[in-house]
C-alpha cells in the first residue's frame, strides 16, 4: 500500500525558509515524479514543482526563483525549501506521486497525481 | 498558464439524482484533464485521469469525458459520500494548474 508521509515546520517567520519533507513508503520511488502542491483559499491548488528519483525536476515558474526541490533515493524521500517566504506563502502543503503514462509527453513530467500525503498546515506570521 | 475554469462553482443534489461538473481550458489540452474529489481535511483524491479513466476503486457512477477546451464530470446516483469538493487539473503543459473548484452539497 502507497502512503506519502511529510513533515516539517508548521509556523515561520516572514524571510525565513520553509522546509517540508515526504516519505514514500510501499512504493518504488523510481518511475514516477514527485511532486509538491498547496492550496489556499485565496489561491487554491496551485502544484509548485516536482523532481523525479534522478533528479530532474520541473517548477512553476511563478515560484522557481525561491524554490528548491530534491531527491534522496537512499531513504525515498524527497524534500521542499522555500526561500524568503512572506504571509503569501501561508498554505496547506502536499507532497504526491505523478504518475507517467508511455507514449505521453504530460507536460514533461505527471500525467496524473495517484496519491497524496496528508498535508501539512504552515502559516507564516510576524 | 492555461486557466481552469469551473462551472457552477457550487451546486446542490438530492441523493440520488445526477450532477455535471464543467471543466474548460483557456486553449486546447487534448485529454489530459483529471478529476479530483476532496472532502474537509483530506487530502485530494483522483477520480478520473486523462479525461475518461476511472481511477481503480473509484466506483462507477463517476465518469467523465471531453477533449480540447470542454471536459465534463458526471455524478450519476449521487450518494450521501459524494458531497464534498471536486477539482479539475491539467497535465497538458508546465505549470501544471487546477480548476477553482466546485463544491456539490445536500439539496
Known amino acids: 500500500q502507497v502512503q506519502l508521509q511529510q513533515w516539517g515546520a508548521g509556523l515561520l517567520k516572514p524571510s525565513e525558509t520553509l522546509s517540508l519533507t515526504c516519505g514514500v513508503y510501499?512504493?518504488?520511488?523510481?518511475?514516477?515524479?514527485w511532486s509538491w502542491i498547496r492550496q489556499s483559499p485565496g489561491k487554491g491548488l496551485e502544484w509548485i514543482g516536482e523532481i523525479n528519483h534522478a533528479g530532474s525536476s520541473n517548477y512553476n515558474p511563478s515560484l522557481k526563483s525561491r524554490v528548491t526541490i530534491s531527491v534522496d533515493t537512499s531513504t525515498n524521500q524527497f524534500s521542499l525549501k522555500v526561500n524568503s517566504v512572506t504571509a503569501a506563502d501561508t498554505a496547506l502543503y502536499y507532497c504526491a506521486r505523478g504518475r507517467r503514462v508511455e507514449g505521453l509527453y504530460c507536460s514533461g513530467g505527471s500525467c496524473y497525481f495517484d496519491h497524496w500525503g496528508q498535508g501539512t498546515l504552515v502559516t507564516v506570521s510576524s | 498558464d492555461i486557466q481552469m475554469t469551473q462551472s457552477p462553482s457550487s451546486l446542490s443534489a438530492s441523493v440520488g439524482g445526477t450532477v455535471t461538473i464543467t471543466c474548460r481550458a483557456s486553449?486546447?489540452?487534448?485529454?489530459?484533464l483529471n478529476w479530483f474529489q476532496q472532502k474537509p481535511g483530506k487530502a485530494p483524491k483522483l477520480l478520473i485521469y486523462l479525461a475518461s479513466k476511472l481511477e481503480s476503486g473509484v466506483p462507477s457512477r463517476f465518469s467523465g469525458s471531453g477533449s480540447g477546451t470542454d471536459f465534463f464530470l458526471v455524478i450519476r446516483t449521487v450518494q450521501p459520500e459524494d458531497f464534498a469538493d471536486y477539482f479539475c487539473q491539467q497535465s497538458y503543459s508546465t505549470p501544471i494548474t487546477f480548476g477553482q473548484g466546485t463544491r456539490l452539497d445536500i439539496k
Open positions: 486553449q486546447s489540452i487534448g485529454t489530459y
Open positions: 510501499g512504493a518504488s520511488f523510481s518511475g514516477y515524479y
